[in-house]
């Protein structure tokens, strides 16, 4: 690809119309001005096709770009404003002998989003703005100008801002009767729109500079990922039925509109049609539409219509329907809303969506022809066909049921799900990032959501969620604890799996901000205490007030991976205030031994260590390395042991049973008191925080249980699950952070791990436990690296040295082919 230079020849123009730009003196941005759009074009002529060409393009807050009506970018990747990305395409493909076209769709949200926050003001830039910029071969560059022509997207209009259900989506309202037909299309006559108006930022000082990059938005790098992408899903059931139109067409957003028109529907005239043929709707008045993907689907939507102009199409997506095959209002959090302009009706939605089943709620004047899909738009991991398979048929299908679930939570960031909110938070990805470091070849997400959470505030945490309205900014008060200790084990695996020190070094001041965040609430006896904000754990109901082991076992885990950290980078002092930070917490930590039941329990309140245990508390110990040598074994044998578990989520499942109100008082306010014995069971831990549990019996010596926990998940599969669930009861239906068992049937069944950081030298040591065999491919930056075990048969081929560990016996074995055991 072409070597571009810092600085762009382009010029920011305006998204929209110029009435809501950020006042020169004030650097305000009119806090009503939301949810803009502009259409922006450029024709040019080549007399030749260059060898090469490159489009990179930015905007406030996104884009979507194309060259001669092919779509080469859209973007940009969620980042915090002053570190936001530009997209590069290489587009010499896409161009031709003569007219060509540059096309620009910029949306400027103007209020939070799940994924973006409203960006710092400077005298000129920080509202809605777009820049893109061609350069060819011969270092000719067409960039936006005041010679682009530029339409404000009146198309749009923006619709109701909610919180709904903590879902931070906005919803898209188009209109296109106002919309140009073919306006992406070299041939589209563009003659009477009005040239676009290029910004003057005005800095501080005279060196300010006009064109890209340009404060707010910092040096515009290329974006750190691959463009998303994905197959084509179309519904596997469709059904129709007439409804009663419930208030004026466009009274109500669209998620309002369907669930009102729900109300309405002659559910005795349901007719059940075929899933691969458009829907006819024959008579005028208004009508429902019920789909059914056949499994949780992320992307755009996709509408193919013939209808009469002002046929409003209202579209919902959800998680959850009733028994009628209708939306369930608390699990609708996405929705679209199309006016036809009479011909030439097509639309795909501006951003992603997320979803199950969709109900579409159509008026109509006269007959409609309607079809609905979803282009997926996820990252590509890159990946083999078989990463992984074994004796049971049921590990097999967790696992690929796992690679589908971190697929669909895998975006521009990992986010949580892709269904409810879509939002990156700080912890969960921990899961993700894990399962593409087992078995993606691609790692740059698992790379750049790290970096992406490096936003820490001015007192050293980092916020719960990243780039979001909901805790996501450096400066709002909503935040994790120990998220930030999961965020810290991110970087403990890009060391040990990408062996990046440059990396792994510009991470490490904001990890050591986050363990120094924690001293504060120290005691005399170094464990923390009354630690304020929320202390999650995972949406079990661990009993955290007071003194909390969980949260000091995972500051201690934290700490000993900045110990593992900054000694690799050569930082003995770092190293050496770490252990023995952890050295204190776990001569601390002896209090919440029970010598008659052999575990740890779970917190201190008034200076007496009450009787509940948990899973968490214990395996955090475990991971921490507090845990002393002899109780190990018996330890990993009360974690295996599913007798004493008993489980408790009350947020969940109150909201899994409808109690809303409930559900969201407990997230709040605390959970209710335990209702378990608590003098003889043990607290199960949630989908998320069984990757520590797995961890710890691995840490135990115990890695031959892992396979025979993970058929917990066993569980959703017999539910019909297709992506795994939030938690056990209750939750959204496509979590990624549930995802432990794919990454753990690679790093501890076939037992492929880094032996050295960068995976310079690797360790396979299989855990087979009860399988008869298991056989699969792990990626390390030098290849892959092949497994196959059985009973008294071990064969791998390795890209780098590679210790053994099988049959009791320990092998230092060069790259290459080998074969233990089987004659």
Avoid at 356 to 368: D, F, K, T
Wanted: charged residues 20%; negative net charge.
């Amino acid at each position: 690809m072409l070597e571009l230079p810092y600085r762009w020849d382009a010029r920011w123009v305006w998204i929209g119309d110029t009435g809501h730009r950020p006042g020169l003196i004030s650097g305000s941005v009119d806090p009503k001005v939301r949810d803009r759009f502009v259409l922006l074009r450029r024709s040019f002529e080549l007399e030749q096709v260059p060898e090469e060409a490159v489009l990179r393009a930015v905007a406030n807050s996104r884009l979507v770009a194309w060259v001669n009506g092919h779509e080469v970018a859209r973007g940009p990747v969620r980042a915090d404003a002053r570190s936001t990305c530009c997209e590069l395409a290489a587009v010499a493909g896409h161009l031709r002998r003569g007219r060509n076209l540059i096309a620009v769709l910029g949306r400027y949200y103007g209020v939070a989003t799940a994924w973006w926050l409203p960006t710092p003001v400077t005298l000129g830039l920080g509202g809605a703005a777009v820049a893109a910029e061609l350069t060819l071969a011969d270092g000719a560059t067409i960039g936006t100008d005041e010679s682009w022509r530029a339409l404000p997207g009146s198309a749009w209009v923006a619709g109701p801002h909610l919180l709904r259900n903590g879902s931070g989506f906005l919803p898209e309202i188009v209109d296109a009767r106002q919309l140009p037909v073919g306006w992406t299309e070299v041939e589209f006559d563009d003659g009477e729109w009005p040239f676009a108006e290029p910004i003057d930022p005005v800095n501080d000082g005279y060196l300010g500079v006009q064109q890209p990059p340009s404060d707010p938005f910092g040096p515009l790098p290329p974006r750190p990922i691959p463009r998303l992408s994905g197959e084509t899903r179309r519904p596997v059931s469709v059904a129709l039925m007439p409804a009663a139109a419930v208030g004026a067409v466009g009274a109500e957003g669209p998620i309002e509109q369907v669930i009102a028109d729900q109300r309405t529907a002659d559910l005795s005239a349901r007719a059940e049609l075929p899933a691969s043929a458009a829907v006819e709707i024959a008579a005028a008045g208004s009508h429902l539409v019920a789909l059914d993907f056949g499994r949780t689907v992320a992307g755009t939507v996709c509408l193919e219509l013939e209808a009469a102009a002002g046929t409003q199409i209202d579209w919902a997506l959800s998680e959850e329907v009733d028994d009628e095959g209708l939306l369930v209002s608390d699990f609708a959090h996405t929705g679209l809303r199309y006016t036809a302009r009479g011909s030439a009706d097509g639309h795909e939605s501006f951003d992603p969506v997320g979803g199950r089943y969709a109900v579409v709620s159509v008026r109509s004047e006269g007959p409609v022809r309607l079809r609905a899909e979803i282009r997926e738009r996820l990252f590509p991991p890159d990946r083999g066909p078989a990463p992984f398979r074994c004796s049971d048929p049921l590990l097999n299908r967790i696992f690929e049921i796992g690679l589908r679930t971190v697929d669909l939570c895998s975006q521009d960031a990992y986010v949580d799900c892709p269904t409810r909110e879509a939002r990156a938070w700080t912890g969960d990805f921990v899961v993700h990032q894990s399962v593409h470091l087992a078995t993606a070849a691609d790692w740059s997400l698992a790379r750049w959501h790290p970096q992406l959470a490096n936003a820490p505030r001015g007192d050293g945490m980092i916020p719960m969620a990243i780039c979001s309205d909901l805790g996501g900014g450096p400066l709002e008060g909503s935040y994790i604890p120990d998220w930030a200790l999961h965020w810290i084990r991110a970087v403990h695996n890009l060391m040990r799996y990408a062996g990046d020190r440059e990396l792994v070094a510009s991470l490490l001041g904001t990890a050591e901000r986050v363990l120094r965040w924690f001293e504060p609430y120290r005691g005399r006896d170094g464990l923390l205490a009354e630690v304020p904000g929320w202390v999650l754990i995972d949406w079990s109901a661990v009993s955290v007030a007071g003194t909390s082991a969980v949260l000091n076992a995972l500051w201690a885990r934290g700490l000993r991976d900045f110990e593992e950290l900054a000694g690799w980078l050569g930082d003995g002092g770092r190293a050496a205030w770490a252990r023995e930070r952890r050295r204190q917490v776990g001569a601390g930590f002896e209090q919440f031994w029970d010598p008659e039941r052999e575990l740890y329990r779970d917190h201190r309140v008034d200076g007496v260590v009450r009787p509940a245990a948990s899973r968490h508390a214990n395996a955090a110990a475990i991971c921490a390395g507090i845990v002393p040598a002899e109780r190990l074994g018996a330890l990993a044998a009360t974690l295996a042991d599913r007798s004493r578990l008993v489980q408790s989520a009350p947020a969940l499942e109150l909201l899994a049973g409808g109690g809303l109100s409930e559900g969201v008082s407990y997230v709040t306010q605390g959970n209710p008191p335990p209702w378990w014995d608590l003098e003889r069971q043990i607290l199960e831990a949630q989908p998320f925080f069984r990757y520590v549990v797995h961890d710890a019996l691995a840490e135990a010596g115990r890695a031959d249980l892992v396979a025979d926990a993970c058929r917990d998940w066993g569980a959703f599969v017999r539910a019909g699950e297709s992506s795994w669930p939030e938690t056990w009861v209750g939750g959204s239906h496509c979590h990624g952070w549930s995802s432990t068992p794919t990454r753990d049937l690679i790093t501890y069944v076939l037992g492929v791990q880094p032996a050295a950081p960068g995976f310079a030298r690797a360790r396979v040591a299989p855990g087979l436990g009860d399988l008869e065999w298991a056989e699969g491919t792990a990626p390390t930056p030098h290849g892959p690296l092949w497994v196959k075990a059985e009973a008294g048969r071990l064969a791998l081929e390795s890209p780098v040295p590679v210790t053994v560990e099988w049959a009791g016996e320990r092998h230092e074995l060069g790259p290459g082919r080998h074969q233990l055991g089987g004659g």
